[in-house]
Every structure is written in C-alpha cells, then in structure tokens.
C-alpha cells in the first residue's frame, strides 16, 4: 500500500511539473545596459533585438540553446538561471528576470486534484486485526479496526488564473478591413559596434580639373598620394584622421606651350580630417542599408615646378660721345628688358573643404561581411596659396573636383572574437585601395 502511495504521490508530481514548467526570461546587453523581454523559454520561441531575428532551439531543464534565423549558427548550450552571461552574435547578455508561470488549465488541474483525492480514499480505508482474549479459558478472537498511519497527501493549490483581455469582436463595417500589404517593411537602427581602426592607403588619387591664369589646364588631371589614418565610430558616429605623404600630380597641370611647360605638383605632404553620421538600419536579416553625412578638410604642401618664359634681367647700353664721354640722356633711364625660359620651383599649399552624402547597403554575418555605398560630393571649395610667374606676371593655380561620384566596394573577414580584416575599393571622382585591421569594443 505504501508502494502505490508513493506511485500515485509521483504521478501527482509529474503532472504538476508539466503544468507549472513554461518559464520566461529577460536578456540584458551588458554594454548598452538595455533590456529585452520577457520572452517565453520555450522551442521555437523567436524574438528580436536590434533588428536580428534569434530563435530558442532548445530549452531543456537548466538548459537553453539559441540560433539566428534563419539558423545558421548555434548560441549555447547556456546554463538558465539568473545572472549567466551569454553570448548572441556580436553581443554578450546576461538572463535575467526568470519567472515561472503554471500553465492554467482548469481541466488539468481538477484532474490532479481528483487523482489525488481517489489516493487519500484508498490509505484511510479499515484494516482488521485479530486480538485474542481469554475468556473461561477459552480464547475468542474479536475483530477490532486499527487505524493505520496515514501519510498525509498535501494538494498544492494553483496559483490563480492570470487574466487576459480579449480583443473585441471582429466589426461588420467592410470599411474596417484592409488588405495586407505586400511589403511590410520597419525601418529598426542597427549601427555598427564599437570600432576602432588603423589603415593604410597605397593607392589614392583625386581628379581635378586646372587651371592658372588665363591658362585652361588639363581635365581630369590626378593627384597621386600615399595615406595612413586613423578610424573610430560610436553609435552611428565616425571620425577619422589621416596623414598624407609623396604628393604628386599624374601629369602636366596645363598643356605645354611656348610660354608655359611642364607644370607639375610634387613632394606633398599634408593631413586630412573626416567626421558625420551613418544611420544603418536592418532590411531583412542580415541584409542592411544606410544612409551617410560627412565632412572633410585636407590640407597638403607641394612643391610646383615649371618651365616658364620670364623675365631674365635688365640691361643698360651706355652711349659714349667721340671723346669717350658718358652721354646722359633721359631716355637711357629705361633699361632693356631681356626674357627667356626659366625652370623654377616654388611652395604652394592645396586645402579642400568637403561635403559628401552616400547610401549604402551591406550583407553581414559573424565571421563576414561585404557592402557597397554610392556617393556623392553635394559641396566641394578648393583654394590653393602660391603662384607661378609666367612673362612678367604671377598667377594662382585653381583647381575644381572633375566629377563629383564615388564608387566603395568593401569586405570583411573575422579571424577571431573582436578582431578583424578588411579592404575597401574606391572608383570615380576619388580612386584609391584600402587595407587595415579593426577591433570592436
């Protein structure tokens, strides 16, 4: 009898356990301190943070597993219980405000209650012992009830049932009903992580269109440079510095002429300044698009050499009378000029204020990534200190931006936890390769 107490006391458990086992849980991000949740600890279950998509995969008994969607990577095992660090993609959770909920079932529960009573009817029931007597000698059994111990059942009470408000009744007016839209799209920010950078440029160039005086110059004439920078962003926020070396011009500036040749920018050397805002935002999954602001300052100081034709030097004839005296007239006060071509090298320096916007889109997952952004300088002002003396006049070198697109294709590749590879490409009004690593905070 105590055996089958004990079977029917388990039962009991065992359906209390499957009604009371539906647990939730909230993740908070450790960096950014936000909370998200609660979510229902449960397979299947899918919610979303920051705009990617996760899915509980398995929630066994102190136990849950985690995936993106679609499943590509596998989060876990993870120990469920409060305060345990996990990891989901980039970003490091911690489980927190774990509730366990019992499932409200009425049928359930007067199940369990019934089953329970039927097991605390069968201990009570009379047991018949014999006692012996004496009497005149002779024994005679009497038959008297002995209450058996009796393990005590203890019915644990559900919890009252959580109430819930029903929407209301679908209405009869057609006019309430739209149709579906065919593509439902939420613009939800994802910046970037925390990064830092360091990067080097062995290709870049600008192309310019020049001109000095009244001398039309050549178009699409590049400046050729060598960079190295600095790159960090914040939450949507950039800055970059970067300092340029071995400064030259592709060709000529202007074609050669009679009074005019080889006029050439080398020896630059100089720094760049870069700062805006980039709003990303999630597509679908792991596809995202962005949108970019950005100002820039470049200063570089070259050496502008040239072939000019130019005044040499002045000349006096002095006249003589049949004596061998110095004739004075007035009209020896004007020397003669004597001109030809000069090679001549002066310091000039070329700064550049620039506004840009652009409009990206990029695919990323947790080793890799690759995008593309088009953009476009809506501002550019070049001014330049120095000159060239051609004949008797100087004259300013001015330049504007040949065409005002540009083209990036960019990758990269994660070999380990925070650290990672990349290259980008530039094609059009700027040209130019880089290469650089990164580190996420």
């Not at 959580?162 to 910046?191: C, G, H, I, V």
């Not at 004439?221 to 920078?229: H, L, M, N, T, V």
């Not at 700027?430 to 996420?440: A, I, S, T």
Request: with cysteine; charged share 20%; hydrophobic share 35%.
């Amino acid at each position: 009898m105590k055996k089958r107490l004990t079977f029917l006391s388990l039962i009991c458990l065992i359906l209390f356990t499957i009604v009371a086992n539906a647990d939730s849980f909230s993740l908070k991000n450790t960096k950014t301190s936000l909370v998200y949740g609660s979510f229902e600890n449960k397979r299947g279950t899918r919610f979303y943070i920051d705009g990617k998509c996760w899915c509980i995969m398995s929630a066994r008994p102190g136990q849950i597993l985690f995936a993106n969607y679609p499943a590509t990577t596998y989060y876990g095992p993870y120990d469920f219980k409060n305060g345990h660090i996990i990891k989901l993609g980039n970003d490091a959770f911690e489980i927190t405000s774990i509730t366990s909920s019992v499932a409200q079932d009425p049928a359930t529960i007067q199940e369990l209650n019934t089953i329970a009573h039927k097991a605390s009817a069968q201990t009570t029931a009379p047991i018949i012992q014999s006692n012996t007597n004496t009497h005149n000698n002779q024994q005679v059994q009497i038959a008297t009830p002995k209450i058996q111990e009796q393990e005590t059942i203890k019915i644990v009470d559900a919890p009252q049932l959580q109430t819930r408000e029903l929407a209301p009744a679908p209405t009869t007016n057609p006019a309430d009903y739209k149709e579906p839209e065919l593509f439902d799209f939420k613009m939800e920010k994802n910046p970037l992580p925390r990064t830092g950078r360091i990067w080097i440029e062995p290709i870049n160039s600008s192309k310019y269109n020049w001109k000095i005086g009244s001398f039309n110059g050549e178009k699409d004439s590049e400046i050729e440079r060598k960079r190295i920078g600095l790159y960090a962003t914040y939450n949507g926020w950039f800055a970059e510095v970067a300092y340029s070396l071995s400064g030259k011009t592709s060709g000529t500036l202007v074609p050669n002429g009679s009074t005019l040749s080889d006029l050439k920018l080398d020896g630059g050397k100089g720094y760049m300044f870069r700062g805006g805002y980039n709003y990303r935002f999630t597509i679908d999954g792991n596809w995202n698009g962005s949108f970019r602001a950005m100002l820039e300052y470049a200063k570089e100081d070259y050496d502008l050499t040239a072939s000019s034709f130019q005044l040499i030097e002045n000349t006096y004839n002095d006249m003589y009378d049949e004596f061998g005296n110095l004739i004075e007239s007035p009209e020896y006060d004007n020397p003669l000029a004597s001109y030809g071509y000069v090679n001549t090298s002066s310091s000039i320096s070329i700064s550049e204020k620039t506004l840009s916007f652009g409009f990206g889109i990029d695919r990323t997952t947790d080793l890799w990534g690759i995008g593309f952004e088009l953009g476009f300088v809506a501002y550019s002002d070049l001014t330049s200190s120095g000159s060239i003396t051609v004949g008797s006049t100087e004259y300013d070198l001015e330049a504007e931006r040949s065409h005002p697109i540009i083209c990036e294709f960019s990758g990269w590749f994660k070999p380990v936890d925070y650290l990672y590879v990349f290259s980008e490409i530039y094609l059009g009004s700027d040209k130019g390769l880089r290469l650089g690593v990164g580190k996420e905070f």
